[in-house]
């Protein structure tokens, strides 16, 4: 069974301290690989989506990038606002617009 | 641009009782779906549609659930007899055809709380 892992659970940042999420995977076939950021009380907002190993994908502070077995989100000095659960996603079927399978999640904190 | 909406954004039902769902896409998008998020968990699929078609129910957890979208557009999901098991943020998505992007775009979700 297709499943995403992601590590840590939580992560606790001062402002300014750069760090790395991981999600590692385990569908068969590299079909892309989604994250998302998700705020409390709020659905879950596209950040990026990686398909080829070796690819990366930048976002003001945040860079994603892609290996055969894994993707990790890099966190170049935080701030309190980029504090959020961030997913990780695959998708379910080996086609375009299929339902995503998604890890549970890294709750990420930025202290000021 | 108007995202994808849903409502009510909160639902507090007593066990037993029927709730519908609703969803409203992204405009022109014609895949939409489903997922259950429970808490402290990522959303987790339930059921999804191309246009009115629905192509897989297999994340429905029991017949009590039902989804429709009867005109490819807005999409209902419905709980008969409501369970507290059932208490969940209920998430719809919505993605455009084309290519192999096919990001999904999701809306705020609702709340479903069975006492």
């Known amino acids: 069974e297709d499943q995403v892992t992601q590590s840590p659970e939580a992560l606790r940042l001062q402002e300014g301290e750069s760090s790395s999420l991981n999600c590692s995977y385990t569908v068969s076939g590299l079909r892309g690989l989604f994250w998302y950021r998700q705020d409390p009380g709020k659905g879950p907002e596209f950040l990026f989506t990686l398909y080829s190993a070796g690819e990366e994908k930048e976002k003001e502070r945040l860079k994603a990038t892609l290996t055969k077995k894994e993707s990790f989100l890099h966190i170049t000095a935080p701030k309190p606002e980029d504090s959020a659960t961030y997913l990780c996603a695959a998708p379910l079927l080996n086609s375009g617009n299929t339902p995503l399978v998604f890890g549970k999640g890294t709750r990420l904190s930025v202290i000021a | 641009g108007a995202g994808v909406s849903q409502s009510p954004r909160y639902k507090v039902a007593k066990r037993g009782q029927d709730v519908a769902l609703r969803c409203d896409p992204i405009s022109g998008h014609v895949s939409l779906f489903w997922y259950q998020q429970a808490l402290g968990q990522g959303p987790e699929f339930l059921t999804y549609f191309q246009n009115e078609a629905q192509l897989d129910k297999s994340g429905l957890p029991s017949d009590r659930f039902f989804a429709e979208r009867p005109e490819g557009s807005v999409s209902t999901l419905k709980i008969q007899r409501t369970q507290q098991e059932d208490s969940a943020v209920y998430l719809c998505?919505?993605?455009?055809?084309?290519?192999?992007?096919?990001?999904?775009?999701f809306g705020p979700g609702t709340r479903l709380t069975v006492t």
């Open positions: 998505a919505s993605s455009s055809r084309g290519g192999r992007t096919y990001e999904q775009y």
